[in-house]
Antibody
Framework: EVQLVQSGAEVKKPGESLKISCKGS????????IGWVRQMPGRGLEWMGI????????RYSPSFQGQVTISADKSISTAYLQWSGLKASDTAMYYC??????????????WGQGTTVTVSS | DIQMTQSPSSLSASVGDRVTITCRAS??????LHWYQQKPGKAPKLLIY???SLPRGVPSRFSGSGSGTDFTLTISSLQPEDFATYYC?????????FGGGTKVEIK
């Protein structure tokens, strides 16, 4: 079964750092893009960026460039999203999702279950 | 960035109704348009890809159409399990952007 499994919920204080993960299984992880999507409480989906694990080609949304770091370790089929200084406004659900290709019109066909991040003093 | 505008933002409908949601791109995206369904507390699910293709397992009451800048998601006969929020997304160019969502509620 193809799946993405994300790390568990996090509660952090403002200014703290955090790295959440997304582990793929059931397919060749390095040959599919992994995207990250933010959903703030009661709000819509926001595109954060995408990585191709095979060569770590990363495309950030301008809205998130410099605010987060996307990375991947293809040897353990895991993608990451990290913050170096969390803000209360980072409180949200974060999803990872798989994209087969940027060159053909496939959608995000497999999603992780989501990781809730709460930032509060 | 390509802006995606969905309408309406919400609608009320009854079981058995035909429902249509539209999505407009700020520039041509050919058929790089996808639709997702999200139920409360759940991850989104791919409903339609490439504007009109159904992934395996998606009921045939869902259909998509359009190309260029204007797209439509249609539910031919609304079922109780279809009450959810629907999002369009373009993958024509990075950043991949989502529409604002359409919440389908029970009338």
């Amino acid at each position: 079964e193809v799946q993405l499994v994300q790390s568990g919920a996090e509660v952090k204080k403002p200014g703290e750092s955090l790295k959440i993960s997304c582990k793929g299984s059931g397919y060749t992880f390095s040959r599919h893009w992994i995207g990250w999507v933010r959903q703030m409480p009661g709000r819509g989906l926001e595109w954060m960026g995408i990585i191709y694990p095979d060569d770590s080609d990363i495309r950030y949304s301008p809205s998130f460039q410099g605010q987060v770091t996307i990375s991947a370790d293809k040897s353990i089929s895991t993608a990451y999203l990290q913050w170096s200084g969390l803000k209360a406004s980072d409180t949200a659900m974060y999803y990872c999702a798989r994209l087969e290709s940027l060159m053909v019109p496939y959608g995000l066909d497999v999603w992780g279950q989501g990781t809730t991040v709460t930032v509060s003093s | 960035d390509i802006q995606m505008t969905q309408s309406p933002s919400s609608l009320s409908a009854s079981v058995g109704d035909r429902v249509t949601i539209t999505c407009r791109a700020s520039q041509s995206i050919t058929t790089y348009l996808h639709w997702y369904q999200q139920k409360p507390g759940k991850a989104p699910k791919l409903l339609i890809y490439a504007a009109s293709s159904l992934p395996r397992g998606v009921p045939s009451r869902f259909s998509g159409s359009g190309s260029g800048t204007d797209f439509t998601l249609t539910i031919s006969s609304l079922q109780p399990e279809d009450f959810a929020t629907y999002y369009c997304q373009q993958s024509y160019s990075s950043p991949l952007t989502f529409g604002g969502g359409t919440k389908v509620e029970i009338k």
